[in-house]
């Protein structure tokens, strides 16, 4: 499976944006999805997992009410919606999956084998 993450963008606080992630080579309906993200200088972190097909969803705490994860298993692609965006939601944010397990995705990185390029978004006060 690769992985390509697109849809970041330079906005201001308040607006918001939608992260693509397409999946090729394989169906992903049996994958956990998640998105991650990073900043200069800092350790990759946790934004949102989604499990395998669909019913489970973590949030960093950070983004809780402001961002919905889903997935279009026909399209093989997972979405991430942000809203009302703030300046430290600014960073480089990676699409990952793994062999998942019905119900359940890991929050952790250490938890995804594969992993897209990143999307950059910058959001400006």
């Known amino acids: 499976v690769q992985l390509q993450a697109s849809g970041g963008g330079s906005v201001q606080a308040g607006d918001s944006l939608r992260l693509s992630c397409v999946a090729s080579?394989?169906?992903?309906?049996?994958?956990?999805m998640a998105w991650f993200r990073q900043t200069p200088g800092k350790a990759r972190e946790f934004v949102s997992c989604?499990?395998?097909?669909?019913?489970?969803?973590n949030y960093a705490d950070s983004v809780k009410g402001r961002f919905t994860i889903s997935r279009d298993n026909a399209k093989n692609t997972v979405y991430l919606q942000m809203n009302s965006l703030k300046p430290e939601d600014a960073a480089v944010y990676y699409c990952?999956?793994?062999?998942?397990?019905?119900?359940?995705?890991?929050?952790?990185?250490?938890?995804?084998?594969?992993w897209g390029q990143g999307t950059l978004v910058t959001v400006s006060s």
């Open positions: 989604l499990s395998p097909p669909g019913g489970t969803r």
């Open positions: 990952a999956a793994n062999s998942g397990v019905s119900g359940y995705c890991s929050t952790n990185n250490n938890g995804y084998l594969l």
């Open positions: 080579g394989r169906t992903i309906t049996t994958y956990s």
